[in-house]
């Protein structure tokens, strides 16, 4: 699983309407007394996330060093825990661990990231004497006891002990990317990556201490060179263990090799990956002979990981067939286009419906089918992979697996169970947003209903509706609510701004802290503070279409940014010059300044060229800032600030080298260098120097570069193997700006990019709701670009598929952000995002009576000017 996707998966845990924190999970049933009774006498306890950690009064933590991690099994932890507390209270060290057994059985999921699973306590050596001691204690005191290896460290012993040098307290430094990352000091001082992998390695300055050397030679003697196997490709890795490619050394034979790790991978019924690996076996040996399972060749214990060894079926999984395939992004319009697309999803369809019927009848249900269990080989049979779940159809105890939106619920028998994941992946084909039915179950029938029209299809098509969906009287009434604020020949634009601005306050939690809006996973890495997901980009939506803004709110958001660490202040979506300028046009001038002197004082400037976290977005903020400051004459030092970066975007754009300073992969608004194109025409019309107007081309020029056109006639970003059309990376940014550059300056190639790039803004299937990545940025930028205007035929067509995603909830409309798992109310994801497009395409229609009409163009809006 994608460390992407593990991150989003860790902020799913603790609330099932919002991203949250994790330390926001529901345990208090589940806590160890080591974390609610109080501290022993001379030591004080704190709580990080779900850790808790005890360290003796008056004593300063060492910086770094050689810390131990203690591993366990959910039987064993409140033993291992009460005995090496004891062990480190009696020596004076300070510690900390998992606050309760939800926490643990958390950190060991499936999907949680392997590089730091198995870590229930961790131990704070003062230096190498404590170091020795401690570990000589506690591999004799937790001799026996059980738990996973972690991957980051070296095991002392037999006993689930490890160790690695590596950082005490949290300091910060960029690494080669010019990412933010935790640090070591080294011998002369510099802060240098504290490189924490899935391997035990140390510093290049540090040395294994002697009494170390012995566990280090067990380690490398514990590999087996008779394992038969040639790996030559890693399909997948999880915290349960890896997947791969490899030969048989022996026969020559492609196989796979499925690893399963003991302790590790616990799924919601605590069977490890080991336990799990050994079920796939016995069904596979069940299953053979069956043209739609993989041939099983056995099971071999290397060291002490589990390996499943078995038939490398050839072909491409369903969800890579459906990317390839997808008829509604390609192009296809009429019955006749898409007909071949359909027939191609029968087809699969009755190919996944006989795989199930053949291993119904051997007694057994799938009980995890998604279409990245699916393979589809060459000529077109499909096997099922992935088999951990399969068990007798009478099971009752074994839990259902499969992706978000394609699981029956809890309880549901194993072939009524498996003929549900079967419908929901056939309407995946057909609509892959069946994330959607996740958060509320009717969604599918929505999405079922709107497939059937588009593609024509009657109602034999497809395998039979799911008798479960049939009683979900109030999802449907819900669903129907939503359905009509798009009816009728316009779109009810008061109507969706209420029922919005409504949600927006009823997730307001200014008791807080860490947010005052549910927003993406990453408003909890800025304090909560931002533009792009935390609450400066609410807050300035809000104030943009005429809402009213608390003034307890604002004073939030003001407390917030400056508890923000000024030396890691971000850029003007993700950090302080974005919030110091939305306060500043809330009315808080004083207090914006003030913020803005602190992020720009106290850190060198981003590595980046780019307008979200870049150069060229703190460049335009503090022209922005200089405006609501002064809005008859422009604070000289900001404008100063503004040009000299500008200068040095343009030297970059033209090749020559500035330090410190890197060019964009990649184009877009955000992402790309049409923020420096844009910021380089606004200093253009403010300045009147002409090297800036051409410095604008160069850039836009460069960002045309990476623009290819499609069969289907439109114009996007080619990214790898992806294409992108969104503001955050793609086409529909580098338009914008080309458009505003075409307005002033006559550029017959600049203008030939903004048809292709239209078409494909207004595109009928856009994956997620929200501004940044999804269908109200690409709305908004059709309307924009549109000579028939902002509500155009194409234009309401879009905004009203909007139906697949919002979601009623009472008087409210909720929005799902990014990855579709849970809601937001951010400015780039979520509900923020979706007013501020909407009150543009509306012309502010439905807007309060006191609020600000909207003048100017997409981009003023967009970029705060």
Avoid at 621 to 626: I, N, Q, S
Avoid at 721 to 735: C, D, K, M, P
Avoid at 748 to 761: D, E, H, M, Q
């Amino acid at each position: 699983m994608p460390a992407a996707v593990q991150e989003t998966q860790l902020y799913c845990l603790a609330d099932r309407t919002y991203y949250d924190t994790p330390d926001r999970l529901p345990d208090a049933d589940s806590r160890y007394r080591l974390a609610t009774d109080p501290p022993p006498p001379g030591w004080r306890r704190r709580s990080v996330g779900l850790w808790a950690s005890l360290t003796p009064e008056h004593t300063q933590p060492a910086e770094q060093g050689w810390k131990i991690h203690v591993s366990t099994v959910p039987g064993e932890a409140e033993a291992t825990l009460r005995d090496t507390a004891r062990i480190c209270l009696r020596h004076g060290v300070p510690f900390k661990f998992l606050r309760s057994a939800r926490a643990l059985a958390l950190m060991a999921d499936k999907h949680m990231n392997r590089g730091g699973a198995g870590k229930f306590i961790a131990v704070y050596p003062p230096d190498d004497t404590a170091f020795r001691s401690l570990a000589d204690e506690l591999s004799t005191a937790l001799a026996g006891r059980s738990g996973p290896y972690i991957l980051s460290d070296l095991r002392i012993g037999d006993a689930p002990v490890y160790t690695r040098y590596g950082a005490y307290v949290p300091r910060w430094c960029a690494d080669g990317e010019g990412r933010r990352v935790l640090a070591l000091r080294d011998p002369s001082g510099n802060l240098v990556p504290d490189e924490r992998g899935v391997v035990f390695r140390t510093p290049a300055w540090v040395e294994v201490p002697p009494f170390l050397r012995p566990h280090l030679a067990a380690r490398a003697a514990a590999r087996d060179d008779t394992f038969p196997y040639t790996v030559t490709e890693a399909l997948q890795f999880s915290n349960a263990g890896g997947i791969y490619l490899a030969t048989d050394r022996r026969t020559g034979r492609r196989v796979v090799l499925r690893e399963a790790r003991p302790h590790c991978g616990l799924d919601g019924a605590g069977d490890d990956a080991v336990t799990r690996l050994h079920r796939e076996h016995r069904a596979l040996t069940a299953l053979a002979g069956l043209d739609c399972v993989p041939e099983v060749y056995g099971v071999r214990t290397v060291w002490e990981h589990h390996f499943l060894i078995e038939e490398h079926i050839e072909g491409a999984t369903l969800l890579d067939e459906i990317v390839a395939r997808f008829a509604l992004v390609r192009g296809a319009d009429t019955a006749d286009e898409l007909a071949p697309y359909v027939a191609w999803t029968e087809a699969m369809a009755g190919e996944l419906t006989r795989a199930l019927d053949a291993i119904h009848a051997r007694g057994l249900r799938f009980g995890d089918l998604h279409p990245s269990n699916i393979i589809v080989r060459p000529d077109g049979r499909i096997a099922l992979v992935d088999f951990e779940y399969a068990t007798g159809l009478d099971d009752p105890d074994t839990p259902l697996a499969g992706a978000q939106g394609l699981q029956a619920p809890p309880g549901t028998p194993g072939a009524e169970a498996d003929a549900y994941a079967l419908w929901a992946t056939w309407l995946t084909m057909l609509m892959p947003l069946t994330e959607m039915a996740g958060l509320e179950r009717a969604k599918a029938l929505t999405l079922e209903s709107w497939a059937r029209r588009r593609y024509g299809l009657g109602a034999g098509a497809g395998p039979p509706r799911p008798a479960l969906l049939h009683g979900l009287d109030a999802s449907r009434r819900r669903e129907a609510e939503v359905a009509a604020l798009f009816e009728g020949p316009d779109v009810d634009w008061a109507g969706l701004r209420t029922r919005l601005l409504a949600g927006v306050r009823a997730g307001a939690t200014p008791e807080r802290a860490d947010r005052l809006f549910p927003g993406g996973p990453g408003l909890f890495t800025t304090g909560g503070t931002d533009l792009a997901n935390g609450a400066a980009g609410v807050l300035y939506a809000l104030h943009r279409t005429g809402a009213p803004v608390p003034g307890e709110w604002t004073d939030w958001l003001v407390s917030a940014a400056y508890r923000r660490d000024p030396a890691a202040p971000g850029g003007l979506f993700d950090g302080l010059p974005g919030t110091a300028l939305v306060l500043a046009l809330l009315g808080r001038a004083e207090q914006g300044r003030e913020l803005w002197d602190r992020a720009v004082s106290a850190a060198p400037p981003a590595p980046s060229a780019d307008l979200f976290t870049g150069r060229a977005g703190t460049a335009l903020a503090a022209l922005r800032l200089a405006r609501a400051l002064d809005g008859r004459a422009p604070d000289p030092r900001l404008t100063d600030t503004a040009l000299r970066t500008a200068r040095e975007l343009d030297r970059l754009v033209r090749g020559e080298p500035v330090a410190g300073v890197r060019l964009p992969e990649s184009a877009g608004l955000l992402r790309g260098l049409s923020g420096a194109a844009l910021l380089h025409l606004e200093l253009y019309a403010l300045t009147g120097e002409t090297w800036l107007r051409e410095a604008a081309r160069t850039a836009l020029e460069r960002e045309a570069g990476h623009l290819v056109a499609l069969d289907d006639g439109t114009l996007q970003v080619k990214d790898g193997r992806r294409h992108l059309l969104y503001l955050n990376q793609g086409s529909s940014g580098v338009a914008l700006v080309a458009q505003a550059y075409t307005a002033h300056h006559e550029d017959p190639a600049l203008s030939a990019l903004i048809p292709g790039v239209r078409k494909g803004c207004a595109m009928e299937f856009v994956r997620e709701p929200g501004l940044f990545t999804g269908r109200a940025g690409l709305a908004a930028t059709a309307g924009q670009l549109s000579p028939e205007g902002r509500t155009g035929p194409e234009v309401l067509a879009s905004v009203r598929n909007l139906t697949w995603h919002l979601i009623a909830d009472g008087d409210r409309l909720l929005v799902p952000g990014a990855t579709l798992r849970r809601c937001s109310a951010d400015l780039a994801t979520g509900a923020a995002g979706l007013l501020l497009a909407l009150h543009f395409l509306s012309a502010g229609k439905g807007d309060e009576a006191e609020g600000p009409r909207e003048g100017g163009g997409l981009l003023e809006l967009l970029t705060l000017g």
